[in-house]
């Protein structure tokens, strides 16, 4: 008899099949001749019932059965006479795996709070939110290598360790080892971005794309911000702005596509519990195309508002995430991707345009996060890129190796990063990024 996970048993399974099966125990309910337990191993949003009866063998160890227990089960499955289940599990055998203290285990059948939640993050997947939350993740996850599988692209490592600052803002983490600062010869971090040596490789390899962790030694402890986070930074030669554009909007609704396809059971949890008409908005953003606005038309939008925000807008200041929601949740009430951004406020790698003052940057916008992707077309032209990183203050020496491949068959590319955390709080309708990635790394926390 071959073990199964409870989602082939629920969805694959007929009522007289013979069944084996290993779990957790989310809850029980004993009498003198009948128990039932709800028993999950993580593959689904719905439990086993098992039913257990004194011809069980094991049927003694009930007593010991308690929430958080691991137990194994064999018997026959049969149709369930309960309503919101189509089948139980009838017990021939059950077996005690791993025992729990019913009064020192803090994961009850209950609703907890995610600040307590927070605190048990080495026991929280053990909810019904948090494993719906880290299958999203694994679905999310299998859906960005699908589409660019298909797309043609190749996957490619960058590394973690690096010397080079792609963002030139220096919130970085510095790597050493035990009595030798300089490990390397010379400063090493860890990576803020993969996108400087994802050019490297595409300029040969044509549309590559990385997905990894990056880092970002910023002192922020906000719900949105963390010091660990993925990205996904594909990268493509021969396409301009407006294709890249096109690739972050194409992704994107791939992406909710390929979500609503292979996991809509979670959503739909997270729909009941947390985000009320979230299918129908991903459904809604996959019909429609976003709008697209200059830099230039979205601050006029925004000085026109009448609205007063924090931070004061005029031509040359950053967007920040209250003029990017009123953008796309009050004045669009849609996705909305905003391009050609001031040149004093982007990094060295963005091209120039020929008003001399903007790049050929670009946003993509969502209601209720803000920005979710980032990008630009690269700047292919070996002497204004030269010109930037002189005058951004940044050493010619170390991008050497970025200046050759301008001086070596230089071609138009762009590229574009999208954040993994940033991306699961807009589909679960989580509010605070700790709780869409299993250990997070904020300032002072490292747990785990």
């Known amino acids: 008899m071959q073990r199964l996970k409870v989602k082939q048993i629920l969805s ?51 007593n010991e059965v308690h929430t958080g227990c691991s137990v194994a089960v064999e018997g026959k499955l049969v149709d369930s006479p309960g309503q919101g289940q189509k089948f139980e599990l009838k017990a021939s055998r059950l077996a005690l795996l791993g025992a729990a203290d019913p009064e020192t285990y803090p994961i009850q059948k209950k609703k907890h709070t995610l600040e ?23 679905h999310l996850s299998q859906g960005i290598h699908s589409f660019f599988r298909d797309k043609g692209f190749f996957y490619i490592h960058a590394p973690i360790i690096t010397t080079s600052d792609c963002e030139g803002a220096g919130q970085m983490f510095q790597v050493s080892a035990p009595g030798d600062k300089e490990f390397f010869g010379k400063p090493a971090y860890l990576t803020v971005s993969g996108q400087l040596e994802a050019e490297l490789l595409a300029l040969g390899l044509s549309e590559v794309y990385t997905f990894g962790p990056t880092f970002r030694a910023e002192n922020s402890n906000t719900p949105r911000h963390l010091s660990e986070f993925w990205m996904v930074e594909p990268e493509m030669v021969f396409y301009d702005l407006q294709d890249n554009m096109d690739l972050a909007e194409e992704f994107l609704k791939a992406l909710l596509v390929y979500m609503l396809e292979h996991d809509r059971e979670d959503l739909e949890f997270m729909e009941r519990w947390y985000q009320k008409g979230l299918l129908a908005q991903l459904e809604g953003i996959i019909g429609k195309p976003f709008e697209r606005l200059s830099y230039t038309e979205a601050i006029g939008m925004l000085k ?75 700047e292919e032209r070996l002497d204004v890129l030269t010109r930037r990183i002189r005058l951004l203050g940044l050493s010619e020496e170390n991008y050497s190796w970025y200046l050759d491949t301008r001086r070596f068959g230089t071609a138009i590319h762009s590229g574009f990063g999208m954040g993994l955390e940033r991306t699961l709080l807009f589909l679960s309708g989580m509010a605070n990024i700790r709780d869409v990635i299993p250990f997070p790394r904020t300032p002072g926390n490292a747990d785990f």
């Not at 605190?119 to 694994?138: D, I, P």
Request: charged letters at 25%.
């Open 304 to 378: 026109a508002s009448g609205k007063s925000f924090e931070f004061p807008v005029d031509w040359g200041c950053d967007i920040q995430t209250e003029h990017e929601r009123y953008l796309s949740e009050e004045k669009i009430g849609a996705p909305v991707i905003i391009h050609d951004y001031p040149a004093s406020i982007k990094p060295f790698y963005m091209r120039l345009n020929d008003d001399g003052k903007t790049v050929g940057a670009m946003d993509v916008l969502l209601p209720r996060i803000g920005e979710i992707i980032g990008g630009s077309q690269r």
């Open 116 to 138: 307590f939640l927070r605190t048990k993050a080495h026991l929280r997947v053990r909810t019904n939110t948090y494993a719906a939350v880290f299958r999203m993740r694994s």
């Open 12 to 62: 694959s399974q007929s009522a007289g099949a013979e069944i084996k099966a290993a779990g957790w125990v989310r809850s029980v309910r004993n009498s003198p001749q009948v128990a039932f337990i709800d028993l999950t191993d993580g593959s689904s949003m719905a439990g086993l019932q098992v039913v257990i009866d004194p011809q069980t063998e094991g049927f003694s160890l009930l």
